[in-house]
């Protein structure tokens, strides 16, 4: 095998992956993380030759890199709000937009708040995340997808947070258990079917259908939440949901019809695009 020292390694890996359309980013991510160190230690390190043990397993990840695999999915992890979780393609690479729904969920937090339900947990990115930051909320995470509970089990032991997790379909889970919250958050499918043609294939050919996709213009799933909120939260109780970024004034329009919901307020994103939307709940 040829010799490469690091700064030549990661260059042809920039042209590899520019040439396929790809961000560059994703060469150092991979040699940061094979390698355990961190940019800077690499960049002092440019011209030591690669071990042979670090180039192998680095040239077989960059196969996996150029067909389009997500970095994620290829190092088994996923960084989300300064915490490391384990994910796999039975699971959604939870994203940035979705810090921001913490953040949010975060601030909006009363010292009266006690339990607190994520729909649609994935890896477990939400649930935990709140659970950590604020440990004295019980916090409830359900899935529709078994695979995906066994994996927020595991982050959840890892991170050592104490959620307890629910299989099944939206709040069914809870209705079961007779689980009232005070607070629920969730960031479920919600991509339309007609977008599946815009998105990329790094999303659509790994990430699974299950927790990108919903029918009725990706709106089915937030419907099926608020027809049983009644069951499950308690007057006033807080609903944050990530929406779409087209999905904002259609979901506040269609709330505002059908529930007695106040405070209702949208919120946009890092990127000035409609992103989330919470409300305290009055109906009952
Ligand atoms: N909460 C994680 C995050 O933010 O990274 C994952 C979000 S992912 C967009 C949506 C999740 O909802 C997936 O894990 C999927 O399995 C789950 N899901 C899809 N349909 C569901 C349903 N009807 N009831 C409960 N969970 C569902
Ligand atoms: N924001 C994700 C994406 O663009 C989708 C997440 C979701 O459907 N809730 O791929």
């Known amino acids: 095998m040829d010799n490469y020292n690091f ?3 990661l260059k042809e890996t920039y042209d590899g992956l520019s040439a396929r359309g790809f961000e560059t980013s994703r060469a150092d991510w991979l040699l940061e993380d094979i390698t355990g160190m961190s940019r800077t230690e690499i960049a002092l390190n440019f011209r030591e030759n690669v071990p ?8 077989s990840y960059r196969e996996r890199m150029y067909k389009g695999e997500p970095v994620q999915y290829i190092a088994g992890f996923a960084e989300f709000y ?3 979780f384990k994910v796999n393609r039975d699971v959604l690479i939870p994203r940035p937009e979705t810090e921001e729904l913490v953040y949010q969920t975060l601030e909006m937090l009363n010292s009266k708040n006690k339990i607190l339900c994520d729909i649609g947990t994935g890896s477990g990115a939400i649930a935990i995340s709140l659970k950590k930051e604020r440990p004295d909320l019980s916090v ?3 899935d529709i997808s078994a695979c995906a ?3 927020a089990k595991e982050n959840a032991e890892m991170l050592d947070a104490q959620v307890e997790f629910l299989l099944g379909e939206t709040l069914k889970p809870l209705i079961d258990k007779k689980i009232k919250v005070d607070v629920l958050v969730s960031n479920p499918p919600y991509i339309s079917y007609e ?5 990329s294939g790094t999303v659509l050919d790994y990430e699974p259908h299950l927790a990108l996709f919903a029918p009725d213009d990706g709106l089915a799933i937030y419907k099926d939440i608020l027809s049983n909120l009644d069951k499950v939260i308690t007057k006033g109780g807080l609903v944050i949901f990530e929406i779409g970024h087209l999905q904002g004034d259609i979901l506040k329009a269609y709330i505002l019809e059908h529930y007695n919901v106040e405070n209702l307020k949208i919120i946009k994103d890092i990127n000035q695009n409609n992103r989330m939307i919470q409300f305290n709940w009055m109906n009952q």
Request: aromatic share 8%; hydrophobic share 35%.
């Open 195 to 199: 977008e599946q043609k815009e998105m």
């Open 52 to 59: 042979e043990h670090i180039l192998n397993q680095y040239l």
């Open 7 to 9: 700064q030549q390694l």
């Open 82 to 84: 300064g915490r490391k």
């Open 149 to 151: 509970i066994s994996i």
């Open 140 to 142: 409830f995470a359900t």
